[in-house]
């Protein structure tokens, strides 16, 4: 009879073991966490907060609604269904209330920008940037370096790049007329405002005007980076693993904002190069009388101080004047304009009123500068009116709790909560606004303000189109100029008809609410 002798091996029992003790342990570590989550959600002070089901129990409820591209409508319908409080997430609230103005977006909040923002940038922290920048002094320090760009005493002096743009789109629009066609005009206004930005940033328009294409696949890298921040932002801890992925398999986000950042370090090299040569980029493009353009500022001031205005805040600020300065711009003008459209009696008041200045001698033509846009009360009231009935951004402006917690409507939350408060909400927040805040009605602002007293004040508190507080977007007198100098042209100039005047447009919402089928013919004005 013959043994088989078997060997024993320590190392192979040893990990058999471990498998199965990691076996047994799967299940005991969810139940555990399961139980803790039950646990916080029976005892949270937040407990009674009412909104969607799942959004109790995880952030993929919000997640997928913010992937239909629709989420300004979900969050308007949650609050008509659950009052000003809503939960988004286990850990996000929408609130539709004035006291959360004050309490959490004032100048001096406390309340830093929540993780959700940390996807708007590249994961390597010494790449930030000024809009998703979630520290707090360095943001307030940066901000303030720079603003006096930003003014509009200052950004009055590129007038003259505004008028010259706006002059190409009217030729554009001339042809289209002539041809007869049907055109996208949401596409059109960012054509626009992206010309107007390269203009004011780098003395030279991008040449989105001259046929409508996609110059350098700009437009397409800026929607990867607007939709991959929008998403990705739920769940920001997987930014890392996803830009990378993105960026080596060049899709989405992580692919858009790489081209971004390289275009714009090709311009500042470009303008180094011709300083070296000896070329005055100004003075053989431009007027020599024309203002410095943004990266000329940046640069001078990089030189003057260095420690102050570094290599990479010139290229911070270039990025950001690209990604922020055609979108909001162009979304602003597509609302003033659908909005006349789809309320005759509004353009005719308005096209009276121009040319009643223009009788009076009170405006130019065909231009009509911004400071007399400014005197044109009606006017205001419009772009005022389409800037609350279609805010540019459509998401709640997510911010953190800070030490000590607060109180919001009756109810406290505690540190570390996540708060946010949607533009579009606010905008049509029916106590503030009246019962026909729907209804897009310019004189609203000009009532409110012959009477004067708490209801402006309650109205101009609850009205953020480009933000609030200390975190407003810098950029937003550029989209005011542009706005006070194109629409007085286009109304007094052209006729425009719907493609589908019965019924309402589509938009996609990715942080921002940009229509997809502004779609319409042009003519020109048999007066003009």
């Not at 929008?230 to 899709?251: E, K, M, N, Q, Y």
């Amino acid at each position: 009879m013959k043994l088989e002798v078997v060997e024993h091996n320590p190392s192979t029992s040893s990990t058999s073991i471990l498998l199965r003790y990691l076996i047994l342990a799967i299940p005991v570590l969810i139940t555990t966490r399961l139980l803790i989550f039950l646990y916080r959600s029976l005892t949270s002070s937040l407990r009674s907060v009412p909104g969607p089901f799942l959004a109790r129990f995880t952030r993929w409820w919000y997640f997928y609604r913010l992937s239909l591209g629709r989420f300004e409508h979900d969050d308007i319908a949650l609050h008509k269904k659950h009052g000003p409080v809503v939960r988004i997430a286990p850990d996000m609230y929408s609130i539709n209330h004035p006291e959360v103005v004050k309490k959490v977006y004032g100048i001096n909040s406390k309340f830093p920008k929540s993780d959700w923002y940390y996807a708007w940038q590249h994961p390597d922290p010494n790449r930030w940037t000024l809009f998703p920048d979630r520290d707090m002094k360095r943001h307030a320090e940066t901000r303030k370096r720079f603003q006096n760009m930003y003014s509009m005493s200052s950004l009055v002096n590129y007038e003259g790049y505004v008028e010259s743009c706006a002059e190409i789109f009217g030729q554009r629009l001339s042809e289209f007329a002539a041809g007869g066609q049907t055109i996208d005009m949401g596409h059109w206004f960012q054509c626009y405002a992206f010309d107007v930005i390269g203009d004011i940033t780098y003395s030279r328009r991008f040449g989105f005007l001259d046929k409508g294409e996609d110059v350098s696949g700009l437009l397409k890298a800026l929607h990867s980076v607007l939709k991959y921040g929008t998403l990705v932002g739920v769940f920001a801890t997987w930014h890392p693993l996803l830009f990378d992925i993105s960026s080596r398999l060049g899709l989405g986000g992580g692919e858009g904002r790489l081209f971004l950042m390289k275009y714009v370090n090709e311009r500042i090299k470009q303008r180094e190069a011709e300083k070296k040569s000896g070329v005055d980029v100004e003075k053989t493009e431009r007027d020599e009388n024309a203002p410095m353009d943004f990266l000329e500022k940046l640069m001078i001031a990089n030189q003057h101080d260095p420690q102050k205005v570094t290599p990479y805040h010139v290229f911070m600020m270039g990025l950001s004047n690209i990604i922020a300065g055609s979108d909001t711009t162009a979304v602003s003008l597509s609302s003033i304009l659908y909005n006349l459209l789809k309320y005759p009696d509004t353009m005719r008041k308005l096209r009276q009123e121009i040319q009643q200045f223009e009788d009076e001698g009170r405006c130019g033509n065909p231009a009509v500068s911004f400071k007399e846009s400014q005197e044109m009360p009606y006017l205001q009231a419009v772009m005022k009116e389409a800037l609350r009935m279609h805010a540019a951004t459509g998401l709640p402006l997510w911010r953190v709790v800070p030490e000590g917690g607060v109180e919001i409507c009756d109810r406290f939350f505690p540190e570390g909560t996540i708060l946010g408060l949607n533009s579009w909400c606010a905008h049509y927040n029916e106590d503030v606004f009246r019962p026909d805040a729907k209804v897009f009605r310019p004189e609203r602002w000009i009532e409110a303000e012959r009477e004067g007293g708490e209801r402006l004040k309650e109205m101009e508190n609850f009205y953020l189109p480009f933000g609030l507080g200390s975190r407003t977007c810098i950029g937003r007198h550029i989209s005011f100029l542009e706005m006070s100098k194109l629409i007085p042209q286009l109304v007094r100039k052209f006729d425009f008809e719907l493609e589908h005047p019965d019924r309402e447009w589509s938009t996609v919402n990715y942080w921002f609410v940009k229509p997809t089928d502004f779609r319409l013919k042009v003519r020109v004005r048999k007066d003009q």
